[in-house]
């Protein structure tokens, strides 16, 4: 009974996951304002370390995992890069 609402709760949440990065893909195209765009971004790195963390629960490979720690690294250090792109206009000062 377990297994069976274990594989049906990764499925639905994969489902999610894949709607909110459908809907952060399209504020990033279609964001009024770059701020808006890099939020969206944000939401879009998020989303994705999720759908492979859920990945890696599925399919019991401790890589998805690794990848997934990767993703979340490298989009912090872009969304702090654009943010203070956004501030001061450059990056390195």
Do not use: C
């Not at 952060?24 to 879009?44: C, E, K, M, T, Y």
């Not at 994705?48 to 250090?77: C, D, K, N, P, Q």
């Amino acid at each position: 009974m377990s297994a069976v609402f274990l594989a049906w709760s990764i499925a639905a949440a994969q489902l999610m996951l894949a709607i909110a990065m459908a809907a952060a893909a399209w504020r990033v195209l279609r964001g009024p304002r770059a701020q808006d765009r890099v939020l969206a971004l944000d939401s879009l790195y998020v989303s994705a370390m999720l759908l492979l963390v859920t990945f890696g629960i599925r399919t019991g490979s401790t890589l998805y995992f690794e990848v997934a720690l990767v993703i979340g690294l490298l989009s912090f250090v872009a969304t702090a890069a654009l943010a203070k792109f956004l501030m001061r206009g450059e990056v390195i000062e």
